[in-house]
């Protein structure tokens, strides 16, 4: 059957005092500070030193923002985006899941379907008609490995759950708490 997306222009998270939309590009939720070097965004800000006082968010969230940067930064920057959070703050991040990628691939094989691009080639480096290297993707996660990242910088009550954006099929959320 057909697959079809979520509508990614529709903020779908809770509203919180403070909050910020990291790495939001085109996408603007209400009542949320929305972060990024592009044009347009409510804070012009690099995402790996943010001009924002520590421990004053209630929320953060990273949606299809963390792939594309490198693995070896990812530390330092999720601690970044935990550092502005207030204790009990809430960290959101969504990827394209590798686990659902793989299982994709098998199953496409398995049943001599054809490979859809989004599912695995754009999942796993970005999609080329955007023509623009911030786009790419530089890396892939398994559930596994983000849990640990979240683990390692400190995040406590680490739980996945259903993505709401772009794919839920294909990706993966992982919510927790400063």
Not at 60 to 75: K, N, R, S, Y
Not at 117 to 137: E, N, S
């Amino acid at each position: 059957g057909k697959i079809l997306a979520q509508n990614c222009g529709v903020c779908m998270e809770d509203r919180y005092p403070t909050a910020y939309n990291l790495g939001s590009g085109r996408v603007h939720w209400d009542g949320w500070i929305n972060v990024d070097t592009a044009d347009g965004a409510d804070l012009c800000a690099d995402l790996h030193s943010l001009p924002v006082p520590s421990d004053s968010a209630d929320a953060v969230a990273a949606i299809h923002v963390l792939e594309h940067f490198q693995i070896f930064d990812a530390p330092a920057l999720i601690s970044e985006w935990r550092r502005i959070l207030k204790p009990g703050g809430k960290m959101i991040i969504e990827v394209p899941s590798l686990d659902k990628i793989i299982n994709y691939i098998v199953w496409a094989f398995a049943h001599k379907e054809p490979l859809a691009d989004f599912m695995t080639l754009h999942a796993l480096y970005g999609d080329p008609r955007y023509r623009d290297p911030l786009m790419m993707h530089r890396w892939a996660y398994y559930a596994e490995v983000l849990r640990s990242l979240l683990e390692f910088v400190g995040m406590r009550e680490i739980k996945e759950e259903p993505p709401r954006y772009h794919y839920p099929f294909r990706d993966m959320r992982f919510e927790c708490l400063k």
